[in-house]
Antibody
């Protein structure tokens, strides 16, 4: 059974940093691209970032470029999102998701989400 | 950036009825469109990918159609568990990957 489990969310002040982790199991993690998608309270879905199987290809939404860094450790079956210089508008539930196949960016499995709240 | 516009914003129907949800793209996305279902407090669930392919484990009452700029998600006969928010998502031209704003399917 595919499982994705996010951790690392919490309440931080504007300008602070936070690192989210996503522990994967039930599939060959190193064979699939991965992505982060966020959802502000009461709002729709916003794509944040994606990373290829080996971590060589990385893409970001303009809203987080230069502040967030996606990475993965295939030896630990874990995806990360390092978030720096956090702003109020980054407040959201952050989901990690598995890409269906290759770079075919449909997301077939999702974690339960990690809540990040940026507030003073 | 490709903008996806979903309509209607809210759809009120009764169990057993047919639901038709629309997603229109600001430019052609070929068939590179997916549909997701999200229930309160849960993660989204992939229903349809590449416009018309049902994801693993998705019931046959869910179907997708369309290409280019106009797409439809149809639920042939609504079950009580189908009342949720539905999002479309394009992967034709990215980054960024974009989602529609969602259609809320509510019980009438």
């Amino acid at each position: 059974e595919v499982q994705l489990l996010e951790s690392g969310g919490g309440l931080v002040q504007p300008g602070a940093s936070l690192r989210l982790s996503c522990a994967a199991s039930g599939f060959t993690f190193s064979s699939y691209a991965m992505t982060w998608v966020r959802q502000a309270p009461g709002k729709g879905l916003e794509w944040v970032s994606a990373i290829s199987t080996g971590g060589d290809d990385i893409y970001y939404a303009d809203s987080v470029k230069g502040r967030f860094t996606i990475s993965r450790d295939n030896s630990k079956n874990t995806l990360y999102l390092q978030m720096n210089t956090l702003r109020g508008e980054d407040t959201a539930v952050y989901f990690c998701a598995k890409v269906l196949r290759g770079w075919d960016m449909a997301f077939d499995y999702w974690g339960q989400g990690a809540l990040v709240t940026v507030s003073s | 950036e490709i903008v996806l516009t979903q309509s209607p914003a809210t759809l009120s129907l009764s169990p057993g009825e047919r639901a038709t949800l629309s997603c229109r793209a600001s430019q052609s996305v070929s068939s590179y469109l997916a549909w997701y279902q999200q229930k309160p407090g849960q993660a989204p669930r992939l229903l349809i990918y590449d416009a018309s392919n049902r994801a693993t484990g998705i019931p046959a009452r869910f179907s997708g159609s369309g290409s280019g700029t106009d797409f439809t998600l149809t639920i042939s006969s609504l079950e009580p568990e189908d009342f949720a928010v539905y999002y479309c998502q394009q992967r034709s031209s990215w980054p960024p990957i974009t989602f529609g704003q969602g259609t809320r399917l509510e019980i009438k």
